[in-house]
């Protein structure tokens, strides 16, 4: 059985590393083994934080929500509770956007969510 050097699955192997390491500073970018040690780094973070980012958000929404009761003289877990008891499905999203983008409206969320929650 003849010889077989592994040069061209080798190559190929490496270059697709090499793409995937694109953009990395100096050795990270060069050479195999630190190529290997950023792009699998790199995917850890990248998993874990497409999960962190589903987090940052709703609390981001929170904090907007929040921001826009306080001015009608409630809390975020008056209003949502408030919310709930009238059976408004809204969600976090949606609530936010209004609480930004259309005063009026969220003023009107408040007011129903106030005539639906026990006085605090």
Same mark, same amino acid.
Request: positive net charge.
């Given at each position: ?10 190559? %190929?192997?490496?270059?697709?590393? *090499?793409?995937?390491?694109k953009?990395?500073?100096?050795? +990270?970018?060069?050479? &195999?083994?630190? !190529? ?5 780094? %790199?995917?850890?973070?990248?998993? *874990? ?8 958000? +709703?609390?981001?929404? &929170?904090?907007? !929500? ?8 409630l ?46």
């Open positions: 059985m003849p010889r077989v050097k592994p040069g061209k699955t080798t190559r %190929a192997w490496h270059k697709k590393w *090499r793409k995937m390491a953009g990395a500073y100096g050795a +990270r970018s060069k050479k &195999i083994s630190a !190529i290997m040690s950023t792009v699998q780094h %790199a995917g850890n973070y990248a998993f *874990r934080d497409r999960k962190n980012k589903k987090r940052d958000f +709703r609390r981001l929404w &929170i904090q907007r !929500i929040n921001a826009g009761t306080r001015g009608f003289g809390s975020y877990s008056v209003f949502m509770h408030g919310l709930r008891k009238a059976n408004v499905s809204l969600d976090r999203t949606a609530l936010s956007e209004l609480a930004i983008h259309d005063p009026a409206a969220f003023a009107r969320l408040v007011d129903v969510a106030k005539a639906a929650a026990p006085a605090a």
